[in-house]
C-alpha cells in the first residue's frame, strides 16, 4: 500500500520494486534499483525516510522517523531502523534495532538481534554485536556486495514476473 499523508506522497524511483504487501506512507523516497519486501512498512510521517539507491529492506522491517539509508544498505528481516543513518555498504541484521541519531558507518554490520542505542556510533567496517551493540571485530573490506547484487537481480525478477494469485 502507498499511501500519501498530509499531503506528503512517496517518491518510488521507475526501477524500484515495492512489494504490494508494504506499506509506504508519507515522506519517502525510494532510489534506483532498491528494494522493498513483503510486510515492510516506511512511515514517514514525522520526518523523511531515504532508501538509497540499490538498497534493500527485508521482510517485516520498519523504518520511521528521519531515517536516512544511503546506497547499497541492506536491513534484514523484521529490523527496526528508527530516526538514524545508515552508510552506504552497510547492513543491519535480521531483528536488530538502530535508534534515534545513532550513526552505521560505511560498510559496517550490525549483528542480528543487536541494538544500537541513542547516538551511537558505530564505525566503519567493524562488526557490532549484542545489547548494547559493541564492537566485535574490524571487517576487512566490502562484505555486503553480494547481497546488494541478488536483491536487486531479485527485485527486478519480482517486479517483470510477479504476477499476482487471487
Do not use: F
Not at 28 to 39: F, G, K, M, Y
Not at 113 to 131: A, D, I, M, Q, R
Amino acid at each position: 500500500m502507498i499511501r500519501t499523508v498530509d499531503g506528503l506522497e512517496p517518491q518510488i524511483a521507475d526501477s524500484a520494486y515495492v512489494d504490494e504487501t508494504a506499506v509506504v506512507i508519507g515522506d519517502v523516497v525510494i532510489e534506483e534499483e532498491a528494494s522493498i519486501w513483503p510486510n515492510t512498512t516506511l512511515r514517514g510521517d514525522h520526518g523523511q525516510i531515504v532508501v538509497g539507491e540499490r538498497s534493500n529492506i527485508q521482510d517485516n522491517a520498519v523504518l520511521h522517523e528521519d531515517a536516512v539509508l544511503e546506497p547499497e544498505v541492506t536491513v534484514g528481516h523484521s529490523a527496526i531502523v528508527h530516526a538514524c543513518t545508515v552508510e552506504s555498504g552497510a547492513l543491519v541484521g535480521m531483528n536488530a534495532v538502530v535508534l534515534d541519531d545513532a550513526h552505521v558507518g560505511e560498510g559496517a554490520i550490525v549483528g542480528a538481534g543487536s541494538v544500537v542505542t541513542e547516538g551511537t556510533e558505530v564505525p566503519p567496517e567493524t562488526l557490532v554485536v549484542g545489547s548494547p551493540a559493541e564492537v566485535k571485530t574490524e571487517l576487512d573490506g566490502p562484505v555486503t556486495e553480494s547481497t546488494i547484487d541478488h536483491y536487486a537481480k531479485l527485485g527486478s525478477t519480482y517486479a517483470e514476473t510477479g504476477d499476482r494469485i487471487d
